[in-house]
């Protein structure tokens, strides 16, 4: 027992550093393991995660925001995001995320949050455009006008034509007018899609004052108890003083309720671009982003809202009557793989 108890100290002397080496091991494999985590998971999720791994420690340093923020600028502008919704995103994150204690394993889930946050902060949520046009009925027992802005080729027809199918599917009686007097074909077309609907349709002759056409038709619903207008106009090219200067005229004279402005989600910059000189000169209320079905990449869709500071009503999802949908915030989530 003598002999026993004398060793026993030398052995405990010599385990020590035994055990200190398992728990070195120990902490190097849950290292390895939760970069192993964040490779798996980065398979999984969306192109954000790449850069995450680079983040090594618990409390997170101005150097570690810095070497994830380059990256992500660079896929923010790789996805048609405008680069000052970029600055903003970046400003928001550094904001959110600089000194901020979390687990190594939560990391990750704190930079995709705060940048979700610092995305849905971007957009605004539509008004209920139904509810509205119902509304306004039943209070002013007049029409509500909408008036359609956007060059030619970005969807401004379809997308009306879209929208008049889906009020009348709602029961919401509709007229078009085609104030687009100024392109042969705008006419034509315009009246095909009434046709196909059944929605009657004001025109006049190529040429003539495109806020007639308009006015005709306000009168016309008035006169028969219809409860929404949606106008086309002419889409020659934004910057054109005398085509702006004939948008102001309608406006002047028909007072819509809504000024829709259509751009393409696929044309990125140019959209944004485009619906800024719109905003500026005849300001509008509102978006339709077309194209959003063949859009890969999602970042006009945040671009051009935070760069008018107007909602985006609603996305065009295809060439068929039924593809016209509601936006919502999330969706632009999904579309930038962020879920
Ligand atoms: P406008 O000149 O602005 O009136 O443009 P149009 O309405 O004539 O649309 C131009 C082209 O884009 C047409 O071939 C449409 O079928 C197509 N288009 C419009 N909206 C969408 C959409 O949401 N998705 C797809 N894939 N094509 C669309």
């Known amino acids: 027992e003598e002999e026993l108890e004398e060793e026993l100290p030398k052995l405990e002397e010599r385990i020590e550093p035994i055990k200190k080496q398992v728990e070195q091991v120990g902490k190097e494999s849950e290292e390895i393991i939760s970069e192993e985590e964040i490779k798996e998971s980065e398979e999984k999720k969306g192109f954000?995660?790449?850069?995450?791994?680079k983040i090594k420690s618990a409390k997170i340093q101005q150097e570690q925001i810095d070497e994830i923020l380059e990256p992500l600028e660079l896929i923010l502008l790789e996805n048609n995001v405008a680069l000052e919704v970029v600055d903003k995103i970046k400003e928001n994150l550094i904001n959110t995320l600089l000194g901020k204690e979390v687990?190594?394993?939560?990391?990750?889930?704190?930079?995709?949050?705060?940048?979700?946050?610092?995305?849905?902060?971007?957009?605004?949520?539509?008004?209920?455009?139904?509810?509205?046009?119902?509304?306004?009925?039943?209070?002013?027992?007049?029409?509500?006008?909408?008036?359609?802005?956007?060059?030619?080729?970005?969807?401004?027809?379809?997308?009306?034509?879209?929208?008049?199918?889906?009020?009348?599917?709602?029961?919401?009686?509709?007229?078009?007018?085609?104030?687009?007097?100024?392109?042969?074909?705008?006419?034509?077309?315009l009246e095909k899609h009434a046709s196909n609907l059944q929605v009657p349709i004001i025109k006049h002759d190529y040429g003539s004052d495109p806020t007639a056409v308009a006015f005709d038709a306000v009168k016309y619903a008035e006169k028969h108890h219809i409860k929404a207008v949606l106008?086309?106009?002419?889409?020659?090219?934004?910057?054109?003083?005398?085509?702006?200067?004939?948008?102001?005229?309608?406006?002047?004279?028909?007072?819509?309720?809504?000024?829709?402005?259509?751009?393409?989600?696929?044309?990125?910059?140019?959209?944004?671009?485009?619906?800024?000189?719109?905003?500026?000169?005849?300001g509008i209320d509102g978006i339709i982003l077309s194209k959003a079905d063949v859009d890969e990449r999602g970042g006009t869709i945040l671009s051009v809202s935070y760069v008018t500071n107007k909602p985006i009503y609603f996305l065009g999802t295809g060439q068929r009557m039924e593809d016209l949908v509601e936006f919502k915030k999330k969706d632009i989530i999904e579309k930038l793989r962020l879920k």
């Open 231 to 282: 106008i086309d106009t002419a889409g020659r090219m934004y910057t054109k003083e005398n085509l702006l200067k004939q948008m102001e005229k309608i406006i002047r004279v028909i007072k819509p309720d809504l000024k829709i402005f259509v751009a393409e989600s696929i044309a990125g910059n140019d959209s944004i671009e485009q619906a800024k000189t719109f905003n500026e000169t005849v």
């Open 103 to 189: 687990k190594r394993s939560e990391i990750e889930k704190t930079i995709i949050n705060s940048l979700k946050n610092s995305i849905i902060g971007v957009l605004i949520e539509p008004p209920n455009l139904i509810k509205e046009i119902k509304e306004n009925y039943e209070k002013t027992d007049k029409p509500y006008i909408i008036i359609f802005f956007g060059i030619n080729g970005s969807g401004k027809t379809t997308s009306i034509a879209k929208l008049a199918y889906k009020l009348k599917k709602e029961g919401i009686s509709c007229i078009l007018a085609a104030a687009d007097t100024f392109r042969a074909a705008s006419i034509e077309q």
């Open 48 to 53: 954000f995660s790449r850069f995450i791994s």
